[in-house]
């Protein structure tokens, strides 16, 4: 079982930037290295959405077209830390953010990531 623990969240004007943090472990976790991972969002009253996902080793990495230029996926193996720092973030940007993490699939179809955290909260004012 691995367990995912989304840090970062908060309240930020638009233009401003916010860093999100997910933290993996667990009782039978093996090494982080072998995990792809990804950030996904969810708005009030919209499906889940992909934002951005990582490979195993860090090597390659994917976005939606929404937020790329302004958010940068990456991750610190060492750490078993997947992090998304988020620049010039605008309103539409609001969202609870959740990481995921999959052995076997690395992409933008939720349905593919087996392990997900409990989310953090991103406000965007005006």
């Known amino acids: 079982q691995v367990q995912l623990v989304e840090s970062g969240g908060g309240l930020v004007q638009a233009g401003g930037s916010l860093r999100l943090s997910c933290a993996a472990s667990?009782?039978?976790?093996?090494?982080?290295?072998?995990?792809?991972m990804g950030w996904f969002r969810q708005a009030p009253g919209k499906e889940r959405e992909f934002v951005a996902a990582?490979?195993?080793?860090?090597?390659?990495?994917y976005y939606t077209d929404s937020v790329k230029g302004r958010f940068t996926i990456s991750r610190d193996n060492a750490k078993s830390t997947v992090y998304l720092q988020m620049n010039s973030l605008k309103p539409e940007d609001t969202a609870v953010y959740y990481c995921?993490?999959?052995?076997?699939?690395?992409?933008?179809?939720?349905?593919?990531?087996?392990?997900w955290g409990q989310g953090t909260q991103v406000t965007v004012s005006s």
């Open positions: 995921a993490a999959d052995q076997f699939h690395y992409g933008s179809s939720s349905g593919e990531y087996a392990y």
């Open positions: 667990g009782r039978t976790f093996s090494s982080f290295s072998r995990y792809a």
């Open positions: 990582i490979s195993w080793g860090g090597t390659r990495t």
